[in-house]
């Protein structure tokens, strides 16, 4: 029963802004970590941050200090913030549910940003 749906991704502009949404279905219990992974045109699927049942968080140094993931617990979501936006952000973005060692996948949400 558990699904990962994203929202929230769309066209930009250089150094704007855009926070996309995962709501997770299904009853989620002690999970290790959510996250959101990206996969550019012509390359390989890469990480890009993860929290931990914790809080604790992790970023790929690509975007240290421009995204920030979040959680909200109650509504079993995790949040990406992305901030000053480049061209190289663009890629579609996957949200990960890891829970047991297994990793559930949501569809993906396309982010372009124009220079």
């Known amino acids: 029963q558990v699904q990962l749906v994203e929202s929230g991704g769309g066209l930009v502009q250089a150094g704007g802004s855009l926070r996309l949404s995962c709501a997770a279905s299904?009853?989620?219990?002690?999970?290790?970590?959510m996250g959101w992974y990206r996969q550019a045109p012509g390359k390989q699927r890469e990480f890009v941050a993860t929290?931990?049942?914790?809080?604790?968080?992790n970023y790929a140094e690509s975007v240290k200090g421009r995204f920030t993931i979040s959680r909200d617990n109650a509504k079993n979501t995790v949040y990406l913030q992305m901030n000053s936006l480049k061209p190289e952000d663009t890629a579609v973005y996957y949200c990960n549910l890891r829970v047991s060692g297994i990793d559930y996948w949501g569809r993906g949400t396309q982010v372009t940003v124009s220079s």
């Open positions: 929290i931990y049942s914790g809080g604790s968080t």
């Open positions: 299904g009853s989620i219990f002690r999970f290790n970590a």
